[in-house]
């Protein structure tokens, strides 16, 4: 995922726009261009869609569903077994790890 001024800089110089260019668009100084380039400063959603726009081109934002890496349906298949059954499960799976790893060593109590 590209920052906000990362975002900017690779679009105007697609488009072949200088920095002080787009500040003459936009109404600001070329320093204030560079400022948000170099991520020394975050401009405001609004600032990066106006400056996307002077540029030709339309800011987008979505949202994705994260992927955590958990099986649900493994989950859902374990929240049938009753809880003792659960806690038997959980221990067979804890004794298989330490027997998959030779350099651990369970002290009993």
């Excluded at 072949?16 to 320093?31: M, N």
């Excluded at 493994?74 to 804890?94: F, I, P, W």
Aim: charged fraction near 30%; charge should be neutral.
């Amino acid at each position: 995922m590209k920052s906000p001024g990362t975002l900017l800089r690779d679009t105007r110089r697609k488009h072949g726009v200088s920095q002080k260019r787009l500040a003459i668009r936009a109404g600001t100084t070329q320093s204030a261009i560079s400022r948000i380039e170099r991520d020394g400063v975050s401009p405001t959603v609004d600032t990066l869609r106006e400056l996307l726009w002077l540029l030709g081109e339309d800011l987008t934002l979505g949202a994705e569903t994260r992927d955590f890496g958990i099986d649900a349906t493994l989950n859902r298949e374990r929240l049938k077994l009753t809880s003792s059954e659960r806690v038997e499960y959980g221990v067979a799976m804890v004794e298989q790890l330490i027997e998959m790893s030779p350099n651990v060593r369970v002290d009993s109590a």
